[in-house]
């Protein structure tokens, strides 16, 4: 195992909060009825993905253009409350995990399908620390569809069975076996009935690879 791919918000960091604030500004200004649990559905899914399923509860058709427009006023918002987020947003047990995997040789790289990964990663001090990052600016399809990981273990130059993929959605585990990949879940990615490695806590992920290590 060469390699650890790794989701962003959710695995690296946790935004849900910042994205669901910007979708209710939204729905509440198209006067649509928005919650927490119907936020939950888009985790993993691209912006004009989760545009879709919260205007299931429209009462009219958008055009292309007005939720051309819809999604970009709503990344809009969630850029600006990303510039709240800082070094402490970066959990110190994730930074031990990243470290520990580093310190082995491990090539380590984010899949993301979020166009703002980037930003995301300078704010938590992280910019220059990954070895690849594919991301939702050089991607046409968003998880399940396994592109994003394709492209992250092509920038590493090896295989994906060479590499394991780290997830807390569903979509992305479904993403990770697409792409032949073995899959860390975390988080409700745990419960996926195919997951290769499920986990409690995002800690015990370099014993994981160890171990894998030591039994090829």
């Not at 253009?65 to 709240?84: G, Q």
């Not at 082995?104 to 938590?124: F, P, Q, Y």
């Not at 594919?134 to 990981?149: C, Q, R």
């Not at 590499?163 to 990770?176: K, M, Q, R, T, Y």
Request: net charge negative; with cysteine; charged share 30%.
């Amino acid at each position: 195992m060469k390699a650890v791919i790794f989701d962003l918000d959710g695995v690296i960091c946790f935004t849900d909060k910042l994205h669901y604030k910007a979708w209710k500004n939204i729905a509440d200004e198209q006067g649509i009825y928005f919650d927490e649990k119907i936020n939950d559905r888009l985790r993993g899914v691209s912006r004009m993905e989760s545009l879709d399923i919260i205007l299931e509860k429209a009462d009219r058709a958008y055009s292309f253009d007005e939720k051309k427009e819809i999604a970009e006023k709503k990344n809009d918002i969630y850029v600006s409350l990303l510039d709240t987020m800082s070094e402490k947003d970066l959990d110190a047990n994730v930074k031990v995990v990243l470290d520990t995997l580093r310190s082995r040789g491990t090539l380590l790289a984010i899949g993301s399908s979020s166009k703002n990964t980037k930003k995301i990663l300078e704010k938590l001090g992280l910019r220059d620390f990954f070895d690849a990052v594919s991301d939702g600016t050089n991607i046409t399809k968003s998880k399940p569809d396994p592109e994003v990981f394709l492209k992250a273990a092509e920038m590493l130059g090896i295989k994906p069975v060479e590499a394991v993929v780290v997830e807390d959605a569903l979509s992305g585990i479904d993403a990770a076996l697409a792409g032949g990949f073995e899959c860390v879940g975390i988080g409700e990615a745990a419960m996926h009935p195919k997951v290769t490695y499920p986990l409690k806590d995002l800690a015990d992920l370099p014993e994981i690879v160890l171990r894998k290590n030591a039994d090829i």
